[in-house]
Nanobody, 115 residues
Framework: QVQLVESGGGLVQPGGSLRLSCAASVSIFSISTMAWYRQAPGKQRELVATIIRGGSTDYADSVKGRFTISRDNAKNTMYLQMNSLKPEDTAVYYC?????????WGQGTQVTVSS
């Protein structure tokens, strides 16, 4: 069983920055793929960014150049650095992990971009 706990969400003005964290209850060194998803009101959950064990990353077109995903194996934590935030980035952000053919989710953290 893997527990994922997100933190770092909040209210920020357009153009601002936030850093989300996802703390895992197990060593993330063994987790093959970790990702951030988001879900805006009335919309389907969408993939934002992915990072694999080797460090390769991938991003949704809507966040390329603005968001950076990373993982710190020593701290068992994954991050999402979000810069140049836009109102359309407003959503609940979820941490996701794939381990031994199972998929785990965090409870989500709200990000609101508004002036």
């Amino acid at each position: 069983q893997v527990q994922l706990v997100e933190s770092g969400g909040g209210l920020v003005q357009p153009g601002g920055s936030l850093r989300l964290s996802c703390a895992a209850s197990v060593s993330i060194f063994s987790i093959s793929t970790m990702a951030w998803y988001r879900q805006a009101p009335g919309k389907q959950r969408e993939l934002v960014a992915t990072i694999i064990r080797g460090g390769s990353t991938d991003y949704a077109d809507s966040v390329k150049g603005r968001f950076t995903i990373s993982r710190d194996n020593a701290k068992n934590t994954m991050y999402l650095q979000m810069n140049s935030l836009k109102p359309e980035d407003t959503a609940v952000y979820y941490c996701n992990a794939h381990l031994r053919s199972l998929v785990y989710w965090g409870q989500g953290t709200q990000v609101t971009v508004s002036s």
